[in-house]
C-alpha cells in the first residue's frame, strides 16, 4: 500500500478578528471620525493607510493629505492613532495554541493580511508565538494591494510555493478572506469570530447564491481537527492500492 501525502500543506491565516482582537472599528474609521469626515472616505483612508509602509505618522499623515483631495491637516490625530494601534492588538482566544499545533503536525503557517504598519507591531509583540512559527508573510502594506485584490492570495501562493489546492485560507471575514481564495482556487476556512456582521454572506451561502467555504468553524481551535481530518482522508489507499 502506498501512503498518499496529503492534500494540504500549508494554511493561510488572515491576523485582525483571525488571530487577534482590538478596537471595535478598524483605524480608516476611527481617524475619520476623530476628524469629523464623513465615511464614505474610509475606502480611500484604508487603502492609504493599509498599502504603504510607513515608518512614522508623520510619512501617513502627509500621504493622506496629497492623495485625498481636500482632506484636512491630520499629523496630531494620525500620531494618537498610531500610538493607540501599536498597544492594541490582543490574542483571540486558542490562535497561537492552534498555529503551534498545526505546525507540530507539520503544516506551514503563512500570514495573508490587509493590516497597516502599527497594528501589525502590535500583533508582533501580542503573538510572538504566532510571529516565530510564521514561513511567510503577505501584507498589504508590504505588496501594495489589499484583499480582496487576488494579487495578495496569488503573491502568498508564490511565497509558499504550492499550488492552491494544496493551501487553505483561514479567516473571518467572508468577501474578503473567503469568497476571493475561493476565486484564486484556494481550500477555505471561515472561521466565525463576528457572526452578526457575516449574516448578510450567511444567508447567500445557505439561498446558493454564493459560493460555500470548505469549512465554516465556530472558533479557530477546531482548525487542527478538520485538516488533519482531511489529510487522513487523503491518506486513504484507491482500491487499486488496497
Request: hydrophobic letters at 45%.
Amino acid at each position: 500500500m502506498t501512503e498518499r501525502e496529503p492534500d494540504i500543506k500549508t494554511v493561510f491565516f488572515d491576523i485582525g478578528a483571525t488571530l487577534i482582537s482590538g478596537p471595535p472599528r478598524p483605524p480608516n474609521k476611527l481617524l475619520l471620525a476623530e476628524l469629523g469626515l464623513a465615511m464614505d472616505l474610509a475606502p480611500r483612508v484604508a487603502e492609504v493607510l493599509m498599502t504603504h509602509p510607513f515608518e512614522t505618522p508623520a510619512q501617513a499623515a502627509e500621504k493622506l493629505e496629497e492623495t485625498i483631495p481636500g482632506f484636512p491637516p491630520c499629523l496630531a490625530e494620525v500620531e494618537e492613532l498610531w500610538q493607540d494601534q501599536e498597544e492594541a492588538a490582543l490574542p483571540v482566544e486558542a490562535a497561537g495554541e492552534t498555529v503551534q499545533r498545526l505546525a507540530g503536525l507539520g503544516f506551514k503557517p503563512f500570514l495573508v493580511s490587509n493590516i497597516w504598519v502599527p497594528y501589525f507591531r502590535s500583533f508582533l509583540r501580542a503573538c510572538p508565538e504566532i510571529a516565530g512559527l510564521a514561513c511567510g508573510e503577505t501584507l498589504s502594506f508590504r505588496l501594495g494591494v489589499m484583499k480582496p485584490d487576488h494579487a495578495i492570495y496569488r503573491a502568498a501562493i508564490a511565497t509558499a510555493g504550492v499550488a492552491p489546492a494544496q493551501a487553505v485560507m483561514v479567516g473571518d471575514s467572508y468577501d474578503t478572506d473567503i469568497l476571493p481564495a475561493i476565486q484564486v482556487g484556494l481550500r477555505t476556512a471561515w472561521v466565525l469570530n463576528r457572526p452578526d456582521r457575516e449574516k448578510t454572506h450567511l444567508l447567500e451561502i445557505l439561498n446558493r447564491q454564493a459560493p460555500m467555504p470548505d469549512w465554516t468553524l465556530d472558533g479557530i481551535a477546531d482548525l487542527p481537527e478538520v485538516l488533519c481530518n482531511e489529510a487522513t482522508d487523503g491518506n486513504q489507499p484507491t482500491e487499486a492500492e488496497a
